[in-house]
């Protein structure tokens, strides 16, 4: 699986719909959870470090509708780094059709304090050759 375009398979559930017979919004920020957070395991499990991060800052553009019982997707990017963050950008598929586009911001963190820490060599060295 490619850090470059990284595509993560969505299972969609019952429960994501709402009265509208349609796939509820907060739910789409699930999606792109599960993408980044499958991204972030993809990164550990290629030998990266373990992350500490938090979500700084998330927006979502909706496209169209998503409906129960069609094969949802989210692609992802990483499109920059900073000095102690990176952002992701987003693209949410229904049937190849795209639905939603969103961006996020990361930043890894010191656990004990909450305060920024600077990106490891490490991890600029798994995600530099991903940049858009």
């Not at 509820?24 to 999606?31: D, E, G, L, R």
């Not at 820490?117 to 490490?122: A, K, Q």
């Given at each position: 699986m490619s850090l470059q375009h990284f595509v993560t398979d969505i299972q969609v559930r019952f429960g994501d719909t709402d009265m509208l017979g349609h796939i509820?919004?907060?739910?789409?920020?699930?999606?792109?959870e599960l993408a980044r957070?499958?991204?972030?395991?993809?990164?550990?499990?290629?030998g990266g470090p373990r992350l500490n991060m938090v979500l700084a800052s998330l927006k979502v553009d909706f496209?169209?509708?998503?409906?129960?019982?069609?094969?949802?997707?989210?692609?992802?990017?990483?499109?920059?780094?900073?000095?102690?963050?990176?952002?992701y950008a987003y693209r949410v598929l229904a049937d190849g059709e795209l639905c939603a586009e969103a961006s996020s911001v990361q930043v890894c963190v010191d656990?004990?304090?909450m305060r920024p820490?600077?990106?490891?060599?490490?991890l600029r060295a798994l995600l530099m050759p991903v940049l858009t």
């Open positions: 509820n919004n907060a739910a789409y920020v699930q999606y792109l957070v499958a991204h972030l395991g993809e990164i550990v499990r290629r496209r169209r509708e998503i409906k129960l019982g069609q094969r949802v997707q989210v692609e992802l990017e990483v499109t920059r780094l900073g000095t102690s963050s990176f952002d656990p004990s304090s820490l600077p990106l490891s060599g490490e």
